[in-house]
């Protein structure tokens, strides 16, 4: 059992459900006030980042998962939010919870936030060096055409 601690994506997962943990769930009152306009805007991005997230996970179908390492029956997703972006579901746990970092109105969030941008990114890369394991020069091909996390827009697929 000490053994599968000790693995990267484990300790990434770890490391993930801690920064959230900072981000949504510090346990202190706000410090500033945050305007309403902001508040109405945050909501909206927390609400459009849970449907990409969505869109993201349901292209995953039974192969999704917390840990980053693909289940044996993973097929590589090029298609629907997959198209824009290698990981939409990183980005949209980092777009919502961006906004319930402001939402807060602590810093104590927003650095959580910012750990989490770390942590998601080197997850991101450690992923993708597994799917290059599993695809080969598919996934190669694939990550040559579609950014890891913020999307070009005007850029043909």
């Known amino acids: 059992m000490a053994r599968r601690w000790a693995d ?31 508040v109405v805007a945050c909501w909206a991005v927390i609400g459009a980042a849970l449907l990409l997230g969505l869109a993201g996970a349901g292209l995953l179908g039974r ?8 289940p ?17 579901i990183y980005v949209a746990v980092l777009v919502g919870s961006l906004a319930g970092a402001v939402l807060a109105g602590r810093p104590e969030p927003l650095v959580g936030w910012v750990a989490l941008a770390v942590v998601l990114h080197v997850k991101a890369g450690y992923e993708e060096g597994l799917l290059r394991a ?4 598919a ?5 040559s055409r579609v950014p890891r996390l913020v999307p070009r827009p005007g850029r043909r697929r």
């Open 139 to 143: 996934y190669d091909l694939y990550a």
């Open 8 to 38: 990267p994506g484990t300790v990434l997962v770890v490391a993930q459900a801690v920064c959230l943990g900072v981000v949504w769930l510090w346990p202190a009152p706000p410090v500033w006030t945050v305007p309403t306009a902001v």
């Open 63 to 70: 192969s999704l998962r917390v840990h980053p390492a693909p």
């Open 134 to 137: 599993r695809f080969g020069e």
């Open 72 to 88: 044996e029956r993973a097929v590589l997703r090029t298609s629907g939010a997959y198209r824009y972006v290698r990981h939409p």
